[in-house]
């Protein structure tokens, strides 16, 4: 009988969609990248294709990533990166899901220290983060601008030995993100 | 009781599924992407796969084809003796590619083209394939007695290679050749040859794979003493660069060497130990300084 109840709740609510006061920032343009320093050599590579979305009624912040889109200046970095570090054939996208722990009021203009806390998925694996960043919210726009670090074993992505030296067991992100308002 | 569990039950869904919504919102990346790394190198072993050189990147390319494990061991099964290939080989963009080399066996220079006419999508099935063009000319320098016109000492080759990647660590080739030699070494040798390349990737671990690679001439083209070029190898990745380690019955480099002029046979040990080495260098300025 519960689980009866239970499936046909699920149709019910689960069918339903956002709230109906959802106010939906669609991110217009987007640049990730990152950046590995070590004494032998410097890796970074840029992604302009990010897509992502802030509901700012309740603070919900979703980011999705295609892996295969990051630009390295050295192509067979590139295909290395793919191929056996994130393996974008069985990973495509590194997501960010998340909510703003600060509460914001977005109808008013200013810069925002914000942080989000949620699941970052790279490379198949979950990590719970509360990642910092700041808001420049404006007339129907919104500027993210946000830096960290991801640690390769938090993510399963190993480096063999023999390449240890060449690449940073930690990497720094920077995202920066500009939303325009999409859906009242 | 129950009903207090059954009303949290109902809730819990709807509460993962408004953020999971707005991530449904999100579309898939329209960018059409296409597979990399068909094969890890731009040589299969001997000859070449499809994969080209990236955009404004040079790769500087050594190779190295010992004497015949048969020598036995006062040449340290041929250890003693060493052919080398230099090459220079860089990409005006993702599709295009030039390249030269210089080899110490008949001191040929080589030059050659390659263009990715068609490229296997990665995220459908839109092209399943892709097939790449080379084409390449090259001339023996080692002096000869009588001497031979520079006509006489050039050789031309171009070839279709198709390939197809099947799943991440498996992929085929296949190349249909055709050669030219102006002057066959072999006095009933057609001049024009035709042959078919088959090779094969199979990846034993992320960074590690094995090839074989196998040139099959139709026959009545040339003479029975020389025999077809089969290698195999173990392409090792080391972030950066792509070491091959192999064996072949080649001496030669250039298609004219190894596909129309093998003279090894894998029976009678005639073996060659070898390896490939590249260094891929990037000339993308605007990229390096942006950040």
Redesign the interface.
């Known amino acids: 009988m ?1 689980k009866k ?2 499936i046909i ?2 149709f019910c ?2 069918g ?4 109906v006061e959802a106010q ?1 920032y669609t991110a217009k343009n987007s640049e990730v ?1 990152f ?1 590995s320093k070590t004494p032998i ?1 410097d890796i ?1 590579a ?1 992604n302009t ?1 990010s ?3 802030i ?1 700012t009624a ?1 603070g ?1 912040i ?1 980011v ?1 990533i ?1 892996v ?2 990051f ?1 390295f ?8 990166f ?3 570090y994130l ?1 974008s ?2 990973y ?2 590194a ?1 960010f ?1 998340g909510k703003i722990n600060e509460v914001i009021n977005f109808t008013k203009t200013g810069v925002y220290e914000v942080s989000a806390s949620g699941i970052l998925n790279i490379h198949g694996v979950n990590q719970e983060r509360t990642i910092k960043g700041s808001l420049t919210v404006g007339d129907g726009i919104i500027n993210l601008n946000s830096k960290f670090d991801v640690l390769l074993i938090d993510h399963k992505i190993d480096i ?1 030995k ?2 240890f030296k ?2 940073a067991e930690k990497i720094a992100v920077s995202a920066r993100v500009t939303y325009i308002l999409s859906k009242k | 009781m ?1 009903r207090i ?2 009303i949290l ?2 809730l819990i ?2 509460a993962l ?3 999971d ?3 449904d ?3 898939d ?1 329209t ?1 059409v ?1 296409y ?3 068909t094969f890890k190198a731009n040589r299969i072993i001997n000859g070449h796969s499809v994969e080209t ?5 040079l ?1 500087f390319v050594i190779s190295h084809r010992f004497d015949r494990l048969n020598r036995g061991f006062d040449e340290f099964f041929g250890l003693d003796a060493a052919t080398i290939r230099l090459g220079l080989e860089y ?1 005006i963009n ?1 599709r295009l590619m030039v390249g030269m080399g210089r080899s110490s066996y008949q001191k040929v220079y080589d030059y050659f083209g390659k263009y990715k006419l068609l490229r296997q999508t ?2 459908s099935e839109k092209i399943p394939l892709s097939l790449t063009l080379v084409s390449g000319y090259a001339i023996r320098t080692q002096k000869t007695n009588p001497s031979l016109s520079s006509f006489d000492r050039s050789s031309y080759f171009g070839q279709f290679l198709l390939a197809r990647k099947f799943d ?1 660590g498996f992929s085929l080739q296949v190349s249909p050749t055709l050669i030219h030699r102006n002057r066959p070494d072999t006095f009933n040798d057609s001049e024009t040859v035709f042959s078919t390349g088959f090779a094969g990737m199979y990846k034993i671990s ?2 590690a794979s094995i090839n074989g690679e196998y040139n099959y001439v139709l026959p009545n083209q040339i003479d029975d003493s020389y025999t077809n070029n089969f290698s195999f190898s173990l392409d090792l ?4 660069h ?1 070491f091959q380690l192999l064996f072949t019955n080649s001496f030669g480099m250039t298609e004219r060497q190894f596909i129309t002029e093998t003279n090894g046979g894998w029976g009678k040990g005639d073996i060659h130990f070898g390896f490939n080495i590249s260094r ?3 000339f ?1 300025k605007k ?2 300084n ?2």
């Open positions: 519960v109840l239970f709740a699920f609510f689960g339903s969609i956002l709230p939906l990248d950046f050599e970074k840029l294709k897509s992502s979305i509901n309740n919900e979703v999705k295609p295969d889109q630009q200046s050295n192509k067979l970095m590139q295909q290395h793919n191929e056996n393996e054939e069985k495509p996208y997501t899901k063999p023999l390449v060449k690449i | 129950k569990y059954l039950l109902l869904p709807q599924k408004a953020q919504e707005l991530m919102l999100l579309s990346s960018e992407s597979k990399s790394g050189v990236g955009k404004k990147n790769d990409g993702d990665s995220n991440a992320k960074r990745e080391t972030g950066g792509v891929t260098f990037s993308e990229n390096k942006k950040w």
